[in-house]
């Protein structure tokens, strides 16, 4: 049996979708499905129930996936490991958020780095941006704000991110915690906003967990960047929502304050995620491992 024919089959397997299957492989959705039919042909079964979105494996999909996927997973390891072995390092290529990527999980594989592994980061705009290139092999470990469905990915959660209203003290000298519990989204209406996208996803998710209610304001300031949002927001360009972590240092230096102290604040998490079976590379799952555990102090 053709080990191509198997590799396909798994991909599509994962994948739950010849289309997705074809970008993670880098073959056109034409030659995923030639492949699929020449294997069910040889097999004599059929492998795949098509549906109007993406397949489902056939009880014999199923059996020979089971079969044969950690076979295959062994044969990418042993050529992963030469190709190491040969260049004298290992590479780990990351994707995920810059900011969180650059002050979490970059210095935390330093050890890592520091016995061998090389790293190649990537700050792609979007979480399906991020998902995308995990899919289609450009990354080996990604870190994502949304739990990804689907066989193609493993997923595990990272850490949870709590979010704070902030602004320079000359504007939060103007602001009564009071009022902002009562009338915050008024409030807003009438001060400037610093934010990652002129959508607002940072104001908006804060003002519906602690006001329950739509901010109605308008960005003043908009950088991609939440490093950016934070330095004009201290330089006092107007009001933001900025993950803990990283405002912390500036909330400690009193470059910003903290508008309000809810009960329970906003949180978002970040995830972990692997294509399924790749877990099995050494490299890929030594990393994996040590960001989990270096998450418990964050």
Not at 195 to 200: A, D, T
Request: a negative charge.
């Amino acid at each position: 049996m053709d080990l191509a024919l198997l590799r396909t089959f798994v991909a599509v397997h994962r994948a739950g979708s010849f289309t997705r299957a074809a970008a993670l492989l880098g073959l056109s959705q034409p030659a995923v499905t030639s492949q699929i039919r020449t294997l069910e042909r040889q097999l004599g079964r059929p492998l795949f129930l098509r549906q109007a979105r993406g397949v489902t494996p056939t009880t014999i999909g199923d059996e020979l996936a089971h079969r044969a996927a950690p076979h295959l997973d062994a044969l990418v390891e042993i050529a992963e490991t030469g190709l190491d072995e040969e260049n004298g390092v290992r590479t780990l290529h990351l994707a995920g958020p810059p900011e969180f990527t650059s002050m979490r999980v970059l210095p935390a594989l330093t050890t890592l780095v520091s016995q061998g592994l090389a790293v190649r980061a990537a700050f792609p705009a979007t979480t399906e941006e991020i998902l995308d290139g995990l899919a289609a092999g450009h990354h080996d470990l990604a870190v994502a704000t949304a739990r990804p469905r689907g066989g193609l990915f493993s997923s595990t959660p990272l850490c949870d991110e709590e979010h704070v209203l902030v602004a320079a003290p000359r504007w939060a000298a103007r602001l009564a915690p009071d009022l902002l519990l009562r009338k915050g989204a008024v409030v807003l209406e009438h001060l400037p906003v610093v934010e990652v996208h002129e959508s607002l996803p940072f104001v908006s998710r804060y003002w519906a967990a602690v006001f329950e209610t739509k901010p109605a304001a308008t960005a003043t300031v908009v950088a991609p960047d939440l490093r950016a949002v934070l330095e004009s927001t201290a330089a006092g360009a107007g009001l933001a929502v900025l993950p803990r972590y990283l405002c912390e240092e500036a909330l400690e230096q009193g470059r910003l304050v903290a508008l309000l102290d809810p009960p329970v604040p906003p949180l978002r998490t970040y995830f972990l995620v692997v294509r399924t079976g790749t877990l099995a590379l050494p490299h890929i799952a030594r990393a994996h491992e040590w960001l989990l555990r270096a998450s418990g102090d964050w």
